[in-house]
Every structure is written in C-alpha cells, then in structure tokens.
C-alpha cells in the first residue's frame, strides 16, 4: 500500500525523503510527494519519486519533511490526489496510508462550515477538520491533531506537519505500520523500516492508537488521550545491501537467486537432525499447549495462503493435525467455530497484511490461541499473535513473493515436524524429513543453474495469451501460486488447478495456444499426472512438465521438460516453485514489464 516518510534533523530534509521513498516505492507507485519545512506548498508528481526528485531539483533547503508514495484507493492517480496534502490555510500538511473510513460525513460537514478540497482522497478530509478544530482549540495544533483522529474511523498511519513549527513531526497509527527511526540529533518515521536502514537500525514501533511527536531533541509516545508510553527501541536485524538490488537487474530475480540461503537461514539452529527434531524458540513457551490442540486453521493471503495449503497436506499427513486454510478476507467475516483445542495460525510475509490480520485478532477475541509465520520483524502480527516462528527471509522487496513464500514453506516442514513429533511421528521419520531438508539449498541451487534453460522455455511459449498450472496433492497448490506469479509480473490470464478438476471444466478451454506446466514429480500421483497431460496433448495442448531429474519417460508426455532434483514429497513444493517463479519472471522480462512494479499492486496490503 502507501508508502510514508518523514525526517526531523539537521540535515537537508529533501535528498533524504526522496531516497527513502526510492525504497519505499514498492509499497506504492501510483504518485509521491513531498513538503519540507519553510516551503510554500508541497512538490508531487504522478508516477514514480523519479519524477517528484526532477521537480524537486535542488530548490527544497528545510531540515524536516514528510513523503508519501501512492496506491490509490479513493481517488485516480492524479497529482491532485497525490500526498502530502493540506488545509485552506496551507499550513497543514499530512501524508496518510490508510482509509478514513467515515470521510463522506466529514466532508459533507466541513464542506457545510466553508472548507474546500483540492482532491478526491479520502485522506484529504483530514487536514481540514484538523483546521477546524485548531479554530476551536485557540491554534492549538497537537491537541487539534489528537482530537481529530477520536473522530475518524478507518485506518491510518499518518505523519503532520505544520508550517508554523518546523522541526515538530507528529505521527500517529491505527491499523497501518509506522515506524519510528532513532538517529543521533535526527529522527525519521516510516511506513517499514526499510528506508530507515540507510541512516539507523534503532526503531520503536507504534501500536495501533498511539500517537507521537518528534523533533531533533526527542521523541515522545502517548495514548490519543495523552497518557505517556514508554517504549524500549528495538534493533533492525536486516542490512542496508538486503534492500539494494546488489547488481541484478530486477529484485525479484535477485530474490529468487538467493533462496539457497534462504533455505539456511530458515532452518539455521532449528534442526536435531540425529534425534529427528525441529527446535523452534518462538513456540517454547506455548509447546505444551500446542501438544494439545486437535485443530489448526492456517489464514493467510495470496501466496501466502497457498503456502498454507501446501502446510496443511504436510500437517494433516505428517502430523496428524486436521488443518484448514482460509483465506483473510474471508474468515474475518464468517462464523468462526473455533474452540479451545483449536489454533490459529497466520502467515504473513510482511506481517502487516490487513485481513490476515483482522482474522487474527478475530480469533482472539474468541480466545483461541493465535500463531504466526512472519519474516518481518516486530511487525504488527508478529507482534500480536500469542507465539511464532520467523523467516528470517530478510526483506522481500519484489512486489511478487519469491523467497518469502519458499521460506514459508520451509518453516511450515519444521513446524510439521515440530508438531509431528509431539504426537506420532517416529524419531526415524523426524530424521529423514531433517536431513532432507539440509539437502534442500544444493538442490534449489541445481535449479538455479539451470536457468538459461528456463529462459529459453519461457520465450518459447511467453508469447501465449493463457496459461494453465495443474499438480496434485502437495503441488497442487504450488500451480495456483505459480500461474498467480505469471498473472501478477506478465499480466497473462493463467489458471491454477488440481489436475484431477480439469475434467470437471477446465478441459474446455484447452486448444494448441493454450499452453499447460504440468508439475510432475516422481511421487505418488505421478501416474495420474501422466493421465492429465496426456488428456491435455489428446486435445492438442502444450504441455511443459516440471519433472523428477533422470525421468526420460516423461519426454513421452510433454513438449518440453524442466528437471528437479529428487526430494521427499512433502518437500518438493519448494523445489518445483523455483522453475515457476523463474518462468514468470522471464515471460514478463521478455514481454518488456517491470517485474518489480507489476501494474495495480503494492506490497504490503495494508488496507481491505
Ligand atoms: C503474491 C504476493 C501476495 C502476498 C499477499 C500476502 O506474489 O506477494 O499475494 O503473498 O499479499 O502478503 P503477506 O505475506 O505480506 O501477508
């Protein structure tokens, strides 16, 4: 979603905004723009801060300013409805990620009592009543700000400033992140902590309902109602290099090149490998209440929720755990029949997500005890699920999920055997599933080496308006995430489906311009995946198999064929995403696409 900055210091505050929303761009790239203190009005463009930082120049001298990058919800991309906005009297400026919910009112009410707007944001209402209240209030702004945001509903991180006191940066959340950067005699709040990397790594995070006010002497954190917070600051523990693109050409190539290490650092000190045992200290402390639970329901969203699936065929068989999944805009909503042997489990790569995390808090209210798999740290579901297990991915910056989702997976084989080998499963199977997950990084890296080859298949058949993904049982999933990375970086139409459906419907559409990836290991369903492609060739389609290294048969059954290396079922869905995300990335690098900005998303779903 919308992406903000702010800075409070000595320094000159426009270079630093800019570069800072140069990180945070992926959060939003619709229109940026910027206010530094002691300038007239705010420079914004629409598109990328590319085009904020030409306006800009050199003409911007204040040493505290806020920046916003764009995902529109209310209101098209338009300078107009870029931020930071403002008041009639110009001297309110406020950047907002977020939606106020109840800005229809408010509009309607300022509008009566003479205020006008300049866009059609949602946002905007905002500064005006502000405005109104400061009138009331005897110009008070930090009392106005607090008395404002009681009014709103919705959600907002949100970052002010007043023109009549530069230097002061108030800061205020309720359902969006905000981060608060602690420099020395400089401080900078943030949507993420990415951009704060380049000048710190010491942070506080806000909770939801608290507000703050900066300047370069300090910082201090209260409730709206202005009861002081205390809050110990925390350390970032990702590098500056994790968010620079370190020579590739796009993030998400760069990002799919380091899953080797991905791997290692998901299972790193987490494995027994000669007892057949997963130690994760995140769940210490709930062990014996997760020996247990008889339910666990797995929430999530996009790629992260067909991590999930993959986690529940590995729970349920390994485990003996009955899993559902659900996505988070669905079960936030429905009747959750949850009792107390049942847990929640969210995975979320930005832990931030807004309807993963809506269901969490949902269930909690329920009172049943919330988990998550989360690779952002002290992030929010972090923060509020009751236990959990990081990625430690380190940051995803690719728009698409590459890394985080195969790390995602990787955590969901410790957790099943965490879980498995509380209930039966036997010290042997615990070990064979440990020692073949420390093979698992060579074995991506095979893959990887083999690229090129990947490339060449990619433009083959990138020129194709549809695409079909089929597997089954535990690659099932792993075809609907696959055809969403070709959707989502090449804006190709792709459907993902357990290959025993396709004859229930999907046969229909297949003719020879409607090429299929069949993900067909050497596992127990392999057969019935030879079946499928061969109903597919029977009908004229292509078909590229991802398939078992040293499998010649399969030559028989498909046009062309990408070899994995061997692993155990229940693991090679981390093996054939690879190809898959490879794949999409080449047909969009090939169709001209910024893989990177895919049109119409943003990382980090914030808003519903
Ligand atoms: C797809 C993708 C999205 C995310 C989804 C959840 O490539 O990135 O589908 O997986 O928005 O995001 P997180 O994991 O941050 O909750």
Redesign the pocket.
Not at 300 to 307: F, I, P, V
Not at 346 to 353: F, N
């Given at each position: 979603m919308c992406g903000i900055f702010a800075y409070t210091g000595d320094r000159r505050a426009a270079g630093i905004l800019i570069d800072g929303l140069r990180v945070l761009e992926y959060r939003g790239y619709d229109s940026a723009g910027i206010y530094t203190a002691g300038s007239p009005l705010a420079v914004r463009a629409v598109g990328t801060v590319r085009n904020v930082a030409e306006k800009v120049g050199g003409r911007l001298i204040g040493t505290s300013g806020i920046a916003h990058t764009r995902w529109a919800t209310h209101g098209g991309p338009s300078e107009k409805n870029a931020h930071p906005h403002t008041d009639c009297s110009k001297k309110i400026w406020m950047v907002h990620n977020g939606i106020i919910e109840n800005y229809k009112e408010l509009r309607t009410r300022l509008a009566l009592h003479g205020h006008v707007f300049a866009s059609e944001t949602d946002s905007e209402v905002l500064v005006h009543l502000i405005e109104e209240h400061m009138r009331a209030l005897g110009n008070d702004f930090e009392q106005a700000v607090r008395t404002s945001l009681k009014e709103v509903t919705g959600t907002y991180g949100l970052a002010f400033m007043h023109a009549d006191n530069p230097g002061v940066v108030m800061t205020a959340r309720m359902g969006s992140p905000i981060v608060i950067g602690i420099g020395k005699g400089e401080y900078f709040v943030a949507s993420d902590p990415t951009p704060i990397l380049h000048h710190t790594k010491d942070v506080v995070y806000l909770n939801d309902g608290e507000f703050a006010v900066i300047s370069k002497e300090g910082y201090s954190i209260s409730t709206l109602d202005n009861a002081l917070i205390e809050r110990i600051p925390s350390t970032i523990e990702w590098d500056i290099d994790d968010v620079k693109k370190g020579g590739f050409e796009h993030f998400m190539l760069k990002e799919t090149i380091e899953e080797p290490e991905v791997i290692l650092n998901a299972i790193r000190g987490r494995l027994v490998v000669d007892e057949g045992l997963a130690r994760l200290g995140g769940l210490r402390e709930v062990a014996d209440q997760l020996a247990d639970i008889k339910r666990l329901v797995i929430v999530?969203?996009?790629?992260?929720?067909?991590?999930g699936v993959v986690g529940k065929y590995m729970l349920e068989e390994y485990a003996g755990i009955p899993a559902e999944v659900e996505v988070?805009s669905e079960l936030r909503y429905r009747k959750m029949l949850f009792d107390k042997e049942t847990a929640v489990l969210?995975?979320?790569?930005?832990?931030?997500?807004a309807d993963?995390l809506a269901a969490i808090k949902e269930a909690q209210r329920k009172g049943v005890m919330t988990l998550g798999i989360?690779?952002?740290v002290g992030s929010t579901?972090a923060r509020e699920t009751d236990a959990g297990v990081y990625n430690h991915a380190g940051p995803?910056m690719?728009?698409?999920?590459?890394k985080?989702?195969l790390s995602?997976l990787c955590v969901l084989a410790l957790l099943t055997l965490f879980l498995g080998r509380q209930r039966g499963m036997s010290a042997v199977m615990g070990k064979r599933i440990a020692e073949e997950m420390l093979l698992l990084p060579g074995k991506v890296e095979v893959i990887l080496n083999a690229r090129e080859k990947i490339r060449a298949i990619a433009h083959k058949y990138g020129h194709a308006r549809d695409f079909l993904y089929i597997g089954r049982k535990y690659n099932a999933p792993i075809a609907y995430?696959g055809a969403?990375?070709l959707k989502?970086v090449s804006y190709i139409h792709a459907e993902g489906y357990g290959a025993g459906e396709m004859k229930h419907g999907p046969l229909a559409m297949i003719d020879e311009a409607f090429p299929t990836l069949a993900i067909a290991p050497k596992d127990s369903v392999y057969e019935k995946m030879i079946s499928n492609m061969e109903e597919i060739r029977a009908r004229k389609g292509r078909v590229i198999a991802l398939a078992t290294e040293g499998d010649m048969n399969i030559k028989e059954h498909a046009d062309d064929v990408i070899y994995m290396p061997k692993t155990l079922e229940m693991l090679s869905p981390v093996l054939s995403v690879v190809p898959l995300q490879l794949f999409a990335y080449y047909v969009a690098v090939m169709r001209g696409f910024n893989v990177d900005r895919p049109r119409n998303?943003a990382?980090?779903?914030t808003v519903e």
């Open positions: 999530g969203c996009g790629s992260a929720y067909y991590a988070g969210a995975i979320s790569q930005s832990g931030e997500t993963t989360v690779n952002a579901i995803e690719g728009v698409a999920s590459t985080a989702f995602q995430e969403l990375k989502e998303l990382k980090s779903v």
